[in-house]
């Protein structure tokens, strides 16, 4: 085919769609598991041709929807690294502005440098540490979460009250945030506040202070109740803990917004991909409205 009847932009998002790839796997050939295509069977393949403009501005549009998916992992990634330096910042000098971290008095601890009035304390005086239990056989809406996360759910919580969970065995040290009744399986311990303490806060803390990692890997198999407890946590007064957690939950919200809107973008770019490609939705009957997530 020449050059003025094709686009290169056109012709590489229509054979990007699965189905395509589909029909070259079936008509592929090879040997010990390995499929092949020979050249002049993918240089005969048809596919249908609309005229040349309309090719570059199906292009046109399918180019933009994954500019905006590609900006918006940018912006998640970005948003990602600000938690990181926010929680370094807010667990070093609580939540003061940089022009003010001056004015902070800090004291060295055994977890580094906090507020002078800040205490110390282990997460065994303001938390028990309890064992999850055996996954129940039965099925409902209560989520089970194992070390891994939510895995089955349930009819009956063992917990109706905000929790931490923590992964016990597999991928020991993983903390989930659960607000609303579960059920933390065997594999898991959970925590049941003896204080009064900010629970967003103390969940902030742990995942920005792991328990495991490559050292749990290869020298602990398990995670045991006794480390956990023994694990020392940073205690501002209460109004500090929850503006805290409040700046965080925030930037919680913002990451949240935009994993959605990628998702919103992938479904949009593979309903559009099919749609302008099959010729069950044309260019020049497209609205801006029609795109907007």
Not at 125 to 139: L, M, S
Not at 260 to 277: R, T, Y
Request: aromatic letters at 8%; a positive charge; glycine letters at 6%.
């Amino acid at each position: 085919m020449s050059k003025e009847r094709a686009f290169s932009g056109f012709i590489k998002f229509y054979l990007s769609q699965p189905h395509v790839w589909e029909e070259f796997k079936t008509e592929a050939k090879g040997f010990s598991g390995k499929e092949r295509i020979k050249i002049n069977e993918f240089l005969s393949f048809k596919i249908p041709l609309p005229p040349l403009s309309e090719q570059k501005a199906i292009a046109a549009v399918l180019s933009a929807i994954q500019e905006a998916k590609e900006k918006t992992e940018a912006v998640i990634t970005a948003t990602k690294e600000l938690k990181k330096s926010m929680m370094k910042h807010l667990f070093t000098y609580g939540p003061v502005s940089p022009k003010e971290i001056d004015k902070v008095e800090l004291k060295q601890t055994d977890i580094g440098m906090i507020p002078k009035d800040w205490e110390v304390v282990r997460l065994g005086e303001v938390a028990e540490v309890k064992y999850g239990k055996a996954t129940p056989k039965d099925e409902g809406k209560i989520p089970v979460v194992g070390s891994g996360g939510i895995f089955s759910y349930t009819s009956m919580p063992l917990l109706k009250e905000p929790t931490i969970i923590i992964g016990r065995k597999g991928t020991a040290g993983k903390a989930w945030l659960m607000l609303e009744p579960c059920y933390p399986s065997d594999t898991t311990f959970y925590l049941v506040l003896k204080k009064n303490i900010d629970l967003s806060f103390l969940f902030s803390f742990i995942i920005s202070n792991p328990l495991s990692g490559e050292h749990a890997k290869t020298t602990l198999p398990s995670l045991q109740r006794h480390e956990l407890e023994n694990f020392q946590i940073p205690l501002p007064p209460l109004p500090i803990q929850q503006k805290i957690a409040s700046i965080l939950s925030a930037i919680d919200a913002k990451i949240e917004a935009e994993v959605n809107k990628k998702k919103a973008l992938e479904a949009l770019f593979k309903s559009m991909l099919h749609h302008l490609m099959t010729g069950k939705v044309r260019v020049k009957d497209l609205r801006l409205g029609d795109l907007e997530i």
